[in-house]
């Protein structure tokens, strides 16, 4: 397509073009339904696991937190809580 721009315009599921704001930190639309879906179904998926699948309790503790932590970063990452951190490098 001759004439336009090779940056395609990213448009918002409300219509609205998004900013170079926006853009450049890299938001994503993801609605609240969306993330409770998602909590629901881990949690789900976590108490199907506990409660159907024989475990040692130390085990069941340990997979508990780690789904906990995995589920706090997301979350984090969601609302853009570890953005600051793309600045740091590591190495060369």
Do not use: C
Request: charged residues 20%; glycine residues 10%; hydrophobic residues 50%.
């Amino acid at each position: 397509m001759r004439g336009q721009s090779s940056r395609a315009a990213v448009i918002r599921e409300d219509g609205r073009k998004r900013t170079d704001f926006e853009q450049m930190i890299g938001e994503h639309d993801m609605p609240l339904t969306n993330v409770i879906m998602t909590l629901v179904a881990v949690g789900l998926v976590l108490w199907l696991v506990n409660r159907f699948i024989p475990m040692q309790g130390q085990i069941k503790s340990i997979l508990n937190g780690v789904v906990i932590i995995v589920l706090v970063l997301w979350i984090g990452n969601l609302y853009g809580i570890f953005d600051h951190l793309r600045q740091f490098r590591v190495g060369r």
